[in-house]
């Protein structure tokens, strides 16, 4: 039985996606007609005005990406426990955010982690060293989303084939360049508020509807979901993971990704104060566990609620990615009510990819017209205005970047691209932020090592991993790898994380001691870094005047 | 000790070596509308800029040096708490699978899903700790250091 043909009305689905466009570009052009667009501080960091919940409902919806939502559900559904694993990572690495990263970088920074991280260092090669590992970071997120957006659509919208796509991701893009340029940082911050509340509340009511078929008991969910797919090992560990080591390495980048990837260290610049920052934090740990702990009924659901179980599930195209909305389909039991349903949540899948290409977007455009623009070729003596020309300008690039390479990418591993990512974020960026954050003698020449050998490492890693290439000595080509046919992988890891996150800190550590100085290398800027990242002074608005 | 960034407290900030190529006291010298750090909103365009001999001062203050002490008390070892449960997890997971999948008396709810779950619980209750923390031992101390800061220009 073809799943695809019986399920959903492609008219409704774009109706609905179309919607949220109108809905969304409207409420941007409200929101920002008054502000002065040509400021930095506006189109960076939407001047700073939002308020920690506000923010931290737009930190959850530029994290919850296509990959969280449609690949997590879809983990869980094909590998059971081993998917519940994922979640666990990606939320447990908000700690780190909270704890270490987030309000320091508030008081220290103003635009881009290059602030922090040059604030006390030579500032040219640490800008620029900070600046391409963004961009690096940013790029490879961005080709995941493209790609996702690319593979849905042959699901959501029945357009099947190759052309239907590329036109699909050349929209997406479009659209996203649409709505930084118009909206600047307000305006993809209230698409990224928007969009968590429709994702949180559609996946919350779905699970409230698998959880109300079972007698509100998971037990009897996951019960069905072993007895359907005569599956019975599917709640206990080993099916998706089978190398321990593997599973580490994938585990350290997931962890310690987050508090490094910069769309997200961005989003503390977005608050007026580090308090407010700590709320963000705060209501984001709240919303996106609540959403892990929505995806794991919604995985489990999939598999025991959609008709002919994960078998059926993997023959859709987009294969486990399409567990989410075939539940949507098959949970009000398919037809009319099936489409309806089914439609909103493709819908809400596409909001999902918009409000993150675009929050990618704004972070990369500032890093390149902020740091590498105006700080390591004007000297930092750029016109404000300019500096936003340029940010314009570069959207525009990225933009045509993304689709070009969405397209390229379409047929990529989408959780691969997402765990590279946060290998690069872990292994360049997080170790130059702790050690610039909290500890003194760290200098440029560490945060250079450090920030160029994660980033070498992560990279050349990868290349070498059997994501990319079969293994060396392997008797037939493997088949997940992106080029099947070749053979040059000598690393035995998809994700460099095990190796790449040591390298990024010894590198860090042994940069700094090489120097043989004793003390700090600014110690006036170390001071006034220390000072300010602990009280915030000079970094809000102001008390008592 | 012959950088500029190394002068003694008290003496001139105008006599900074202008061959520095930290931009710094480069954006320093932008208009108002492009202050360096914070002036994020336009309250920030009126604050006075405070001398960086000040930060030196305050850092080596005993009010400063117990806020510090605060903060990493509570967030390092917290940090590494955290990490070693993680970690412990993902390893059990992976080398003690007859261990994560007895039953616990929940159903199909092993141990293993079990301890996930208070990975999550453990996840809200740090939040919670941290900002019970934050609120009561770092907030109030941080204030009076920002005012001293802040108001000590005017």
């Known amino acids: ?545 | 000790m012959t950088s500029s960034h190394e002068q003694k407290p008290g003496s001139s900030p105008s006599t900074h070596d202008q061959a520095d190529l930290h931009t710094y006291d480069a954006e320093r010298k932008l208009p108002a509308s492009h202050n360096p750090l914070p002036a994020l909103n336009d309250v920030g365009a009126q604050r006075p800029a405070i001398a960086e001999e000040a930060f030196m001062e305050v850092r080596e203050s005993p009010e400063f040096v117990e806020l510090r002490r605060r903060f990493r008390a509570f967030a390092f070892p917290m940090t590494a708490a955290f990490l070693i449960w993680y970690f412990a997890y993902v390893l059990l997971s992976v080398f003690a699978k007859a261990f994560m999948v007895q039953n616990i008396g929940l159903g199909n709810l092993n141990m293993g899903h079990a301890l996930g779950l208070l990975q999550f619980a453990t996840t809200f209750l740090i939040t919670w700790l941290y900002l019970r923390h934050m609120t009561k031992n770092i907030d109030p101390l941080a204030r009076d250091l920002r005012a001293k800061l802040e108001g000590g220009n005017k």
Do not use: C
Request: net charge positive; aromatic share 10%; glycine share 12%.
């Open chain 1, 1 to 545: 039985m073809n799943l695809l043909e019986s399920m959903g009305v492609p008219v409704l689905n774009i109706g609905i996606f179309a919607a949220f466009v109108v809905i969304t570009m409207f409420v941007i052009i409200r929101v920002t007609s008054g502000s002065n667009k040509k400021s930095a501080s506006s189109f960076y960091t939407g001047g700073a005005q939002f308020s920690g919940t506000q923010n931290g409902f737009a930190i959850a919806g530029d994290y919850l990406s296509a990959a969280s939502f449609l690949g997590i559900v879809g983990a869980i559904a094909t590998a059971g426990y081993d998917g519940l694993l994922y979640s666990i990572g990606f939320l447990v690495a908000w700690l780190v955010a909270l704890l270490l990263v987030a309000e320091p970088l508030r008081n220290t920074g103003k635009y881009t982690m290059a602030d922090v991280l040059s604030f006390r260092m030579e500032n040219r090669p640490v800008r620029l060293a900070a600046a391409i590992s963004t961009l690096i970071i940013s790029f490879f997120y961005l080709l995941a989303q493209m790609a996702g957006a690319g593979g849905l659509v042959s699901l959501l919208l029945g357009l099947d084939g190759e052309l239907a796509q590329n036109i699909v991701i050349v929209i997406v893009g479009l659209l996203m360049i649409g709505y930084v340029l118009i909206g600047g940082m307000k305006g993809t911050t209230w698409v990224q508020m928007i969009k968590a509340v429709l994702l949180i509340t559609g996946a919350g009511i779905m699970t409230v509807w698998v959880l109300a078929k079972f007698g509100f008991n998971l037990s009897s969910v996951m019960q069905q979901a072993m007895d359907a797919n005569k599956a019975p090992k599917m709640i206990e560990p080993g099916i998706k993971y089978t190398d321990p080591i593997a599973f580490l390495s994938l585990s350290i980048a997931l962890v310690l990704g987050t508090a490094g990837l910069p769309h997200v260290l961005m989003r503390f610049y977005t608050v007026p104060t580090a308090k407010e920052a700590r709320k963000s934090v705060t209501w984001a740990i709240g919303l996106i566990g609540a959403f892990y702990l929505f995806t794991l009924v919604l995985g489990y659901g999939a598999a025991a609620i959609v008709t002919g179980g994960v078998t059926a599930i993997k023959k859709l195209p987009g294969g486990a990615n399409a567990s989410a909305p075939a539940l949507a389909f098959n949970l009000p039991g398919g037809g009319t009510g099936g489409s309806i349903f089914l439609a909103v949540i493709a819908g809400v899948a596409f909001a999902t990819i918009l409000a993150v290409v675009a929050g990618l977007t704004i972070t990369a455009s500032a890093s390149f017209s902020h740091d590498i623009y105006n700080s390591v070729l004007k000297g930092g003596k750029a016109d404000p205005a300019d500096e936003v020309r340029i940010a314009r300008i570069t959207v525009l690039v990225i933009g045509a970047l993304a689709i070009f390479g969405g397209i390229f990418a379409k047929s990529m591993n989408i959780a691969f691209l997402v765990a590279l990512a946060f290998a690069v974020a872990a292994s360049a960026n997080l170790p130059s932020i702790l050690f610039s954050l909290y500890w003194r003698r760290f200098n440029t020449r560490g945060s250079i090592w450090s920030i160029y050998g994660g980033l070498i490492s992560a990279i050349v890693l990868i290349v070498f991993s059997p994501a990319v290439s079969t293994p060396l000595g392997s008797a037939k080509p493997l088949a997940s790898a992106m080029f099947p046919g070749a053979s040059f992988a000598w690393f035995p890891y998809d994700n460099p994380a095990i190796v790449s996150v040591p390298v990024g800190f010894l590198l860090g550590i042994l940069g700094t001691l090489s120097t043989g100085k004793k003390e700090s290398e600014y110690p006036m800027k170390q001071a006034e870094m220390e000072v300010r990242s602990m009280t915030g002074a000079g970094a809000e608005g102001s008390i008592a005047h």
